[in-house]
């Protein structure tokens, strides 16, 4: 090894200081995962939730908002699992103090996650930690509200953190056959988030044949707030670099083809046991350069004996600022979420909208006047699209008409649990 | 006609129920009660009219259900009132003594209260009730009855209840529209203490809650005296709204389900128990979990103790209540409130019992018939002093 290697490995031994933060009921789980995996040892699990019982399963835990839930969970409000974090702002603050990396885990949708993934990020940021968070989105049939809540959690933490990876669980569902048990999915799901949290661990901090260090890592996703989604994929056999990549390239969330063009970044983070040869990171990573040509590529390659004769392959995929599209699923989440609309339907809109120009008009100029269009046409877009209202109307119900009983600026006709933000599950 | 003259009647005007209830001197010159009448007011929210002609009918109904049980015909109530408008307040009036001898005689006693009175009430409002607490005679404290002691300078520390005069007139007409006299309005909070609290009760300190349908009226005695009373607009009713709203049900049905299943206090072992509800053919329509049920009325209910004990707090009375809280109204009849004032208050919390009147029925001793029940003592009070003061007349000549 030369020297820079050793000088990293030293600072390894030393410094890097990773926390996991599992936030809210799926968060949790995820950790209740990564205890049971022999790569556990290296990361500091922090469960975060309303939930008292949920945290008494672990060693480390953070119990937000007793006074506000009595222990319970937020019952799904983000404004409860909000008010419940900032309320706590301190112990946050302590919490994330004095790390490398904070993993912030967490089922967008909820209560919990949702409403403090934000101030969590915020609180790490502040600490001087590169924040990544790994959320998964709610599956289709949990409703449109709360893929709206999951959406709004997700703006919220975008500008915040320096990466976050998404994992829709809808997108996921195709990962099986239809007659997956619901237990078999969510164990996955969790599985995938483990799998993403090893892979950049081992692209940092593990010794491998080609090895990365963690300003490499920052370089990446430090400042970027880049939306990414993430795909792992394992083979094994004569021809598993083969496999690998068509794996990896029908997978569910990398299935666009447009994702890789257009994406910046990409981290692959290869893991296999030691008779990994350098003509299978070579063909694979090939064929990755080919499809995201313009992506800043960090790999990683480790190697790891209890894989014994499987490929395993991480691939994260960043894109900036744009709602990546995990796959055709995706679709109705984003008219909901009124995020950023897809591309590609608006083309198809535009050009169905817009009568043909007239024959007169050269097409320099028909270029120019299809951009002064375009451009109000695309505010107009966003005006189109109905928010949500900001107030919610409480009924006074029977006292509708009666004289308000207003004690000490609080309208006491309004509920009481209302008031005081008693969660009912 | 000489029957009537000799009973006393409370009619309390509620937010849930209209209340008459009719007393009697028995030939001993002890106080009975001997009939009652209820009807369920309709035109009541908070304690205040809202639909005279409404109340007028219940005021009637109970009129009439209450003649008939007490076999006599009542011509003059004592008139029960309540409402969020209502204060209480203590002041303090000076007088001084211009006799020669310096002796205090009834007049300048008269004379201190009248200044007592005299304070800035804020335009509109009337005073109720006048309640003396002690006298000062140059500076000495604790005097009950100055009368025939010396001095120069008699001060006296009243209590005041006032309110709005125009919302407290909107009773007295709908009962003087039935042709019934109004001898007197009391604040039903301390109607409520009357009949509740013993003298023992009083002089060691009581705090009374009276949880109505549309108040809660409460009523701290320290050292046998008022110190302090106060009316919060908020009661049964509220926590059927809360119920309504949370529970998404209709109010009649949240009403029922608060009868039914409600309690003071969320209880282990309750988590996931559901409650069904049948729709207007029998069949199981809805089902409500007990446990939120159970959160919004508990909610409720300690606010509603909260809020009281925090106004106490803010005058420094909690430390006088010695013999502990007294819940009536139709509050008291939810399951384990005691424990939720006990928690808020850390005072030891009872029911109370209108056992101060002999003779009562248990079938008429129910929190909610404190209140009318008191005001029947209130009038045999009243009457008491002016016979009596009539008696001292025509045996002094």
Same mark, same amino acid.
């Given at each position: 090894m030369n020297k820079p290697n050793e000088d990293f490995k030293s600072v390894v031994d030393k410094n890097l200081t990773i926390k996991v933060v599992g936030l809210g009921g799926a968060g949790c789980n995820v950790l209740r995962h990564l205890a049971t995996t022999t790569l556990s040892s290296h990361f500091q699990l922090i469960a975060a939730d309303t939930d008292a019982r949920a945290i008494a399963q672990f060693s480390q835990g953070l119990a937000l908002g007793q006074k506000m839930t009595r222990g319970l969970g937020? @019952? @799904? *409000?983000p404004e409860v699992g909000r008010a419940a974090a900032m309320a706590q702002a301190e112990d946050l603050k302590i919490l994330c103090g004095g790390t490398d990396i904070i993993f912030l885990v967490g089922g967008l949708g909820g209560g919990l996650a949702t409403g403090a993934i934000g101030l969590m990020a915020q609180a790490a940021k502040d600490a001087g930690a590169l924040v990544l968070a790994i959320v998964t989105l709610p599956f289709d049939f949990e409703g449109v509200r709360r893929q709206r809540q999951a959406q709004q959690g997700l703006q919220q933490l975008k500008p915040i953190a320096d990466a976050v990876i998404c994992l829709p669980n809808q997108g996921f569902g195709e990962l099986f056959d239809q007659n997956a048990s619901i237990v078999e999915v969510f164990e996955r799901s969790n599985q995938l988030i483990a799998q993403n949290i090893f892979a950049i661990w081992r692209l940092a901090a593990q010794p491998g044949l080609i090895k990365l260090d963690f300003a490499d890592l920052c370089s990446v996703t430090? @400042?970027?707030h880049t939306e990414s989604s993430s795909a792992t994929v394992e083979a094994e056999g004569e021809d598993r670099s083969e496999t690998v990549v068509e794996k990896l390239f029908s997978h569910p969330f990398l299935r666009d083809e447009k994702l890789l063009r257009e994406s910046e970044a990409v981290l692959v983070s290869f893991a296999a046991g030691s008779d990994l040869t350098m003509k299978e990171v070579n063909g694979v990573m090939e064929r990755i350069n080919s499809a995201c040509a313009n992506a800043h590529i960090v790999f990683g390659v480790a190697v790891d004996e209890q894989l014994g004769n499987k490929m395993s392959v991480t691939l994260i995929v960043s894109r900036r600022g744009k709602l990546v599209e995990?796959?055709? *699923?995706e679709e109705p989440l984003s008219r909901f979420g009124g995020v950023d609309e897809k591309e590609e339907p608006a083309e198809d809109h535009r050009a169905s909208r817009f009568s043909p120009p007239a024959p007169m008009i050269s097409d320099e100029k028909k270029e120019k006047l299809f951009k002064q269009k375009s451009r109000p046409r695309s505010r107009k877009k966003i005006m189109m699209q109905q928010g949500q209202l900001p107030?919610?109307?409480i009924s006074r119900g029977?006292? &509708?008409?009666? &004289?308000p009983t207003i004690h000490q600026g609080e309208d006491l006709d309004v509920p009481t649990y209302l008031r005081k933000n008693v969660a009912l599950n | 006609m000489f029957e009537s003259s000799n009973i006393i009647v409370g009619l309390e005007i509620g937010t849930s129920k209209v209340c008459a209830v009719v007393g009697e001197f028995n030939e001993n010159g002890v106080l009975n009660i001997v009939g009652v009448g209820q009807a369920r007011s309709r035109g009541v929210r908070k304690g205040e009219v809202v639909d005279a002609v409404a109340v007028e009918e219940d005021v009637r109904n109970a009129i009439v259900e209450a003649e008939e049980m007490s076999n006599a015909e009542i011509r003059s109530v004592y008139l029960g009132v309540t409402g969020g408008h209502l204060r209480g307040l203590n002041n303090r009036g000076v007088h001084p003594v211009v006799s020669a001898d310096r002796e205090i005689v009834e007049e300048d006693v008269q004379d201190v209260v009248k200044n007592a009175k005299a304070i800035n009430l804020p335009t509109g409002n009337t005073c109720i009730h006048t309640v003396r607490q002690k006298f000062l005679v140059d500076g000495q404290d604790g005097i009950v009855n100055p009368v025939g002691m010396f001095g120069s300078r008699l001060e006296v520390d009243v209590h005041v209840v006032h309110g709005n005069f125009n919302r407290l007139q909107n009773p007295i007409r709908v009962v003087k529209g039935l042709q019934i006299a109004v001898e007197e309005i009391v604040f039903t909070g301390l109607s409520s203490s009357l009949a509740i609290l013993t003298k023992e009760q009083k002089e060691l300190g009581a705090l009374t809650i009276d949880i109505g349908g549309g108040t809660t009226d409460y009523v701290v005695y320290a050292d046998g005296i008022v110190k302090h009373t106060g009316v919060l607009a908020v009661g049964g009713d509220h926590i059927s709204n809360d119920l309504g709203y949370g529970l998404k049900v209709p109010l009649s049905r949240a009403e029922q389900l608060k009868l039914q299943h409600g309690s003071a206090i969320v209880d282990e072992g309750i988590t996931g128990q559901q409650i069904e509800l049948s729709n207007e053919f029998g069949l199981p329509g809805k089902t409500v979990d007990l446990e939120n049920l159970r959160c919004i009325m508990s909610a409720r209910v300690e606010e509603i103790f909260q809020l009281v004990e925090d106004d106490l707090a803010q005058h420094d009375l909690l430390d006088y209540i010695r013999s502990g809280v007294f819940i009536c109204g139709?509050?008291?009849?939810?399951?384990h409130i005691q424990t939720a004032a006990t928690k808020v208050f850390q005072l030891p919390t009872q029911l109370g019992k209108a056992n101060s009147i002999a003779g009562l029925k248990s079938a008429l001793d129910q929190p909610e018939f404190a209140a009318a029940i008191g005001l029947v003592k209130f009038g045999s009070m009243q009457q008491k002093r002016s016979t009596g003061g009539l008696l001292r007349k025509i045996f002094s000549r």
């Open positions: 937020t @019952g @799904g *409000d430090r @400042g970027r995990h796959s055709a *699923d107030l919610e109307i029977r006292f &509708e008409k009666s &004289e | 139709g509050g008291a009849r939810i399951p």
